[in-house]
């Protein structure tokens, strides 16, 4: 893969998307100071706090679920301070560490051919990419209770993946060789412990690897094994928790209502062909991939064909990639008879960007290989240009920018709400009212109080304050 040649408009072109890619994790940082807790925060606080680290994990693992690395860092993290001032921190901490492993893979595929900075641009492509097309901001980086569960997952899964890949391609040593095994062994036992959805797509991956490379006879395949062996593992110790029993018991005595089976089995495949023809409608996804497809053609070709001819077999990573998405999908039908909540659907959608650009790659050269116009720096510009007004338009950014007033206000109006229950309980109160919010802000805001006191949210808070109740009354 040679180094593109860049001309000065190419280069006025990515200075501009640059800027863009600055700007809005920036965006998105600044709304992290406006951020507050809320629903399940409260309850882990207050249990860290009654029963300590170590009780904690076990009341957790025997009553609620066994996301044992979820568990263990969601505690650690009520313990570290006052939850109202540290809570700005983590989103900030997720969207940069979304950008550094995404750039950590980008750099581990391309092997040493694209410079630093040109890494760095890619990877906040892809990174404003993912923030333009997750279902809910708010539960994939700002309320800790989506965060913790499947952000973490997904920036260590794509550091994972960055491992997988050196360990196949550049790794020559026995010294590396090790050093990968066991970040990569840290990093599938701590995402098999955060949920379940990124717990079955690290199983699939590492078992079609290790199929592959035993198929294959690769020297690797030890590793392969044993990065699988490890993954069953962690899979029982998660799958097996008591908890997990406790909490499923739970959905036939909660108040939400529920499709019944063969209704949930009818809506699965129309309602999961719709969330991809809706990711499907974000212009940057086509640009970006059209860019891509240019610029590697000849790396592409070397690999794609043999003595001129297309390798059918490539189609076969396409059809995995669909297949994938469509099982992870059907695990919200088949245990809740509904879709994946948004904050789980974040690990889907990463998968979909991570499928997306190989495959589109694979199936353009099955289709028109020979006719992929060649070093057409106009169709690459005008793509890019593409690529930064979308990156700039997309609804999840635009509702970010409206989000800076709305948040501010937001902000003014829970530092309130806090004052006001503190207040309450030196007066003595137990039942406590609070006032409602006046607007929300999207991005970031994930839920709120309800006006029964019995809603989990409700006693989440009430726990926390060591009050009777806690209730929602209406504005100020």
């Known amino acids: 893969m040679d180094k593109p040649k860049l001309f000065p408009a190419d280069k006025i072109l990515l200075g501009v998307l640059a800027i863009v890619v600055i700007a809005v994790p920036t965006l998105f940082i600044v709304l992290s100071f406006f951020n507050y807790p809320s629903a399940d925060d409260f309850c882990y606080a207050a249990k860290a706090r009654q029963l300590g680290f170590i009780g904690a994990q076990a009341f957790w693992y025997e009553n609620w679920s066994g996301r044992y690395t979820l568990n263990l860092v969601w505690t650690a993290f009520m313990l570290s301070g006052d939850i109202f001032q540290i809570y700005r921190f983590p989103p900030i901490a997720l969207l940069l560490s979304t950008w550094l492993s995404t750039c950590f893979l980008i750099a581990r ?14 990877g906040g492509v892809g990174t404003v ?3 333009a097309g997750v279902p809910d901001p708010a539960q994939t980086f700002y309320w800790l209770g989506g965060s913790f569960t499947y952000q973490i997952a997904n920036i260590l899964f794509l550091f994972l993946l960055g491992l997988l890949i050196w360990r196949e391609t550049t790794a020559d040593n026995n010294g590396l060789r090790i050093s990968i095994f066991f970040l990569s062994s840290l990093s599938v036992i701590t995402i098999i412990g955060l949920n379940e959805i990124s717990l079955l797509l690290t199983d699939a991956i590492l078992c079609g690897g290790a199929l592959h490379a ?3 006879r690769r020297d690797s395949r030890a590793f392969w094994l044993a990065l699988l062996l490890i993954a069953a593992g962690a899979t029982i110790i998660s799958v097996l928790a008591p908890g997990n029993y406790q909490r499923y018991v739970g959905f036939e005595h909660d108040a939400q209502l529920r499709p019944a089976s063969w209704l949930a089995a009818l809506l699965y495949l129309p309602w999961t062909a719709l969330r991809l023809l809706y990711w499907l409608s974000n212009v940057g996804l086509w640009a970006s991939a059209l860019i891509l497809l240019v610029t590697t053609f000849h790396f592409a070709r070397a690999r794609l064909y043999i003595a001129g001819k297309f390798k059918r077999s490539w189609l076969a990573l396409p059809v995995l990639w669909i297949t994938t998405l469509f099982m992870l999908n059907a695990i919200g039908f088949l245990i809740n008879k509904y879709p994946l909540p948004e904050r789980a659907e974040s690990v889907v959608w990463l998968l979909f ?19 992929i116009p060649l070093n057409d720096r106009h169709l690459v ?21 409206k989000d800076v007033y709305r948040g501010y206000r937001y902000a003014q109006e829970m530092h309130e709400r806090v004052n006001a229950i503190q207040a309450a309980k030196i007066r003595g109160e137990t039942k406590i009212i609070v006032s409602s919010l006046s607007r929300p802000p999207r991005t970031f805001f994930a839920t709120d109080l309800a006006t029964d006191p019995q809603n989990p949210r409700n006693r989440c808070l009430s726990q926390y304050y060591e009050v009777e109740s806690i209730t929602l009354g209406p504005p100020e």
């Open 109 to 122: 595929i391309v092997r040493g051919h694209f410079s630093t900075p040109l890494i760095l641009l890619l």
């Open 129 to 131: 990419l993912f923030i």
């Open 214 to 216: 035993v198929w294959l």
């Open 353 to 371: 960007l991570l499928g997306w650009y190989p495959s589109f790659i694979i199936i353009a050269h099955f289709l028109i290989g020979d006719k």
């Open 381 to 401: 510009r005008s793509a890019t240009v593409l690529l930064i007004i979308s990156l700039l338009g997309t609804p999840d950014i635009f509702e970010a920018y």
